[in-house]
């Protein structure tokens, strides 16, 4: 059934929902790459910032559903923050999610063409051009995005699923192997610091970004008002538990380690070959695998949704906001969105940069645009309720701490300055949300002309 707007209505059972939002945060990525580089930052410390990141999310989650509880449309942040802030800030909030799920969908690629050669060559067979990879990987998860948000929400949830179950049987190999024994060094945080933990902190955030995506299926999700917010929150916390899980399981199973655990690119994979279980490597290598090609496709649909919401409110050209007439997706919308994350992804494959740094690259520059959104939420949340009379104590301690969080989490991306190439990414995060916010304000523009022309 369609809606008013001709997307799909109901479709989507609260745990097709929720599949989004865990999809998007892309919860295999986490224990098979950045834990590695928290812990590098941390020490011992990293459980504690990956349970601080934790609470962390919630605020910005709690802040997000004082609009979900009581509003759904496809323009998520965007939706909400044009309630309530001025048109500047509304519309840096959508290109801001627009860009980060973007270039998220690009770094989930670059990811997805390592692992998928280290899968090939761990079965003997031979690799292949991570430019042919790129190609079919957003190329397929495009096609999804296009055809039926039911089945790829669906397929996203199914392939998050067995990727998790895969982690979590190593992780409960490892434990049984340490024989259940508390690690006393990180209870005891042996060797952390403040200035560590908050660097750790920093990075842990990271893992989160994207948690909010179920807010994109306002139109498609069934009893939007419950089922949005519920997804919001417990993608949030339940990410939150098993990164935390994770941390501690990881750093646990690398005490005695020739190799220490920061400078281990797959880490889940030496603690398969420990429980003597080598075949959960390989198993570990598809999960991934399998988890970047959810998180792109996730990316893909809620990026989608947004540019739909801002082809018919005016701020975006007017193609964007048009449905496919039986698919009832915004087709055009994922098909520019499927471009703009599949050219670069081509450009750096072909110019031979590795995966893994591509991913770093442009993992970074999403952040910025997560961040941006995330603010800017939390900031409107309390205006909100203001409007409503529902605004209490309570409401803007919450908006005040998870701003505050946010904020620590973008000055340590800034300061102390990162190197090259990453003491650009701000700059070009800057010219992109510059360029799409430039766009806006001409279709804007051109829209008023037409009007004042025709009143003529």
Request: proline share 5%; hydrophobic share 50%; aromatic share 10%.
């Amino acid at each position: 059934m369609a809606s008013k707007n001709n997307l799909k209505t109901g479709v989507l059972s609260p745990l097709e929902t929720i599949g989004q939002s865990i999809a998007n945060v892309a919860p295999t990525a986490t224990p098979a790459l950045i834990i590695s580089q928290v812990y590098g930052l941390s020490g011992n410390g990293t459980w504690l910032a990956y349970l601080i990141a934790t609470v962390a999310a919630a605020l910005v989650a709690a802040n997000i559903n004082q609009f979900a509880r009581h509003s759904a449309s496809p323009g998520s942040l965007y939706s909400y923050t044009a309630r309530v802030l001025p048109s500047f800030c509304s519309i840096s909030s959508a290109w801001s999610l627009v860009i980060a799920y973007i270039c998220t969908a690009t770094a989930l690629a670059g990811g997805l063409t390592s692992y998928a050669n280290v899968f090939f060559a761990a079965v003997g067979w031979p690799t292949i051009h991570p430019a042919i990879l790129v190609i079919l990987a957003v190329g397929a998860a495009g096609t999804l995005a296009y055809r039926d948000v039911t089945f790829s929400a669906r397929l996203m949830l199914t392939f998050e699923v067995i990727a998790i179950a895969i982690i979590l049987a190593i992780l409960g190999c490892t434990l049984y192997g340490h024989g259940f024994t508390v690690d006393s060094g990180q209870m005891k945080l042996q060797g952390v610091t403040g200035g560590n933990l908050q660097l750790g902190l920093v990075l842990a955030i990271f893992s989160f970004v994207g948690f909010e995506s179920a807010a994109s299926l306002g139109s498609e999700a069934s009893n939007p008002l419950q089922n949005i917010p519920r997804a919001i929150m417990v993608s949030a916390v339940c990410a939150g538990v098993f990164f935390t899980l994770c941390a501690y399981v990881e750093i646990l199973g690398f005490r005695g380690e020739s190799q220490p655990l920061s400078q281990s690119n797959a880490p889940l994979n030496v603690l398969a070959l420990k429980a003597s279980l080598p075949i959960l490597g390989v198993l570990i290598d598809i999960s991934a695998i399998i988890s970047f090609f959810s998180c792109i496709l996730a990316c893909l649909t809620a990026a989608a949704r947004i540019l739909f919401d801002m082809g018919r409110r005016g701020d975006a050209h007017p193609s964007f906001g048009d449905a496919h007439h039986s698919n009832c997706t915004p087709h055009r919308a994922v098909f520019f969105a499927t471009v703009c994350a599949l050219v670069p992804a081509l450009i750096l494959a072909l110019r031979g940069v590795p995966g893994f740094e591509s991913n770093g690259w442009l993992g970074t520059l999403a952040t910025f645009g997560f961040l941006v959104a995330y603010i800017l939420t939390c900031i409107a949340a309390p205006l909100y309720l203001r409007e409503r009379g529902e605004l209490t104590l309570w409401a803007i301690i919450l908006s005040g701490m998870a701003v505050a969080v946010m904020l620590v989490a973008f000055a340590g991306s800034l300061y102390p300055a990162p190197p090259f190439p990453y003491s650009w990414l701000p700059y070009i995060f800057a010219v992109l949300l510059t360029a799409g916010m430039a766009s806006s304000f001409a279709v804007r523009s051109r829209s008023a002309r037409v009007a004042v022309c025709e009143t003529l």
